[in-house]
């Protein structure tokens, strides 16, 4: 019995990574159904087994993109070395860096919201990042390194400047200078919450 579970685990991921490459490179409206099993090396039937459908495999393409995105970031702004001022920016720089990978950009950030629908695709960006970016503030309160502010309101402006420069990375002719611009305006927000030495 274990054997059948790990190879319907492996099933799943093989659809799941599949889904991913196509999705990636040519979006969701141009990949079909037969792309992602050929690219499986499975059968339809086994994509059904596993998903209802077109858009629950999307969906399974997206968390798994959101899920490594968010245990890479939480290595950088949870476990990372330095104070929690170096971990938060870190922990940025990081971020734009994923900005800059393609499925990051057509899953989580093109795609996402227009196949999900706006407020599933919210839910699951609160659900994936949301938690670090608190974690980091909160983590910046109690080192001293940035004014007491309330820590819930100061993280949900962070990550809606955030989201909004991963769109705009998205969006950019130039990916890697309007990341280096994100980088370089949300850093200068958070130094002008900074504390004073003294």
Known sequence: MPTVRADESSTRRDLVDSAITLFTRQ???????????????????????????????????FDAVESAVVNRLGEVVVHGPGTAWDRAVSGLRAYVEVCLEPSYQRIAIHEGPVVMGWERWQEAAEKYSYGLVRAA??????????????????????????????????????????????????????EGMRKLPG
């Open 27 to 61: 979006g969701y409206a141009a990949t079909s159904l037969e792309a992602v099993v050929a690219g499986a090396k499975v059968t339809k039937g086994a994509l059904y087994h596993h998903f209802s459908g077109k858009q629950a495999l999307f969906e399974a393409a």
């Open 137 to 190: 503030v909160a983590a910046l309160v109690d080192a001293g390194e940035i004014d007491e502010l309330p820590v819930e309101v100061t993280a949900r402006i962070l990550f809606g400047a955030l989201r909004t420069g991963a769109a705009i990375i998205a969006g950019a002719a130039e990916p890697e200078l309007a990341g280096a611009d994100v980088s370089k305006t949300i850093t200068r927000v958070l």
